[in-house]
């Protein structure tokens, strides 16, 4: 089973970008990978997910024109660049493998969680 480690996280200022990165040892990331956040407090939720075959990506509302999901096969990594950040961005990132089955926006569908990253926006 793959093991998933999350970087890149930090403090930015509102309205400015960052790009967290999860790679994979072990193990490949099998049909699609996701990432999720979860802020203090509140439930774990769905940002963006990709198809490791090709690409092909989906979206939460809320990461929906400002963030963009990638892969790269090589290097057995996935990444999550995020620009026009906001506050209410802020929350723990969380990276894990798609089980095949179930919804991607659930993250009963998914497996192999990392241990996250903390991004903390600052208005």
């Known amino acids: 089973q793959v093991q998933l480690v999350e970087s890149g996280g930090g403090l930015v200022q509102a309205g400015g970008s960052l790009r967290v990165s999860c790679v994979g040892s072990?193990?490949?990331?099998?049909?699609?990978a996701g990432w999720f956040r979860q802020a203090p407090g509140k439930e774990r939720e769905f940002v963006a997910h990709?198809?490791?075959?090709?690409?092909?990506?989906w979206y939460g509302d809320s990461a929906k024109g400002r963030f963009t999901i990638a892969r790269d096969n090589a290097k057995n990594t996935m990444y999550l660049q995020m620009n026009r950040l906001k506050p209410e961005d802020t929350g723990v990132y969380y990276c894990?493998?798609?089980?095949?089955?179930?919804?991607?926006?659930?993250?009963?569908?998914?497996?192999?969680w990392g241990q996250g990253t903390q991004v903390t926006v600052s208005s």
């Open positions: 072990g193990g490949t990331f099998r049909l699609g």
């Open positions: 894990a493998v798609y089980r095949g089955s179930g919804s991607v926006t659930y993250s009963s569908s998914y497996d192999s």
């Open positions: 990709i198809n490791w075959n090709d690409g092909s990506a």
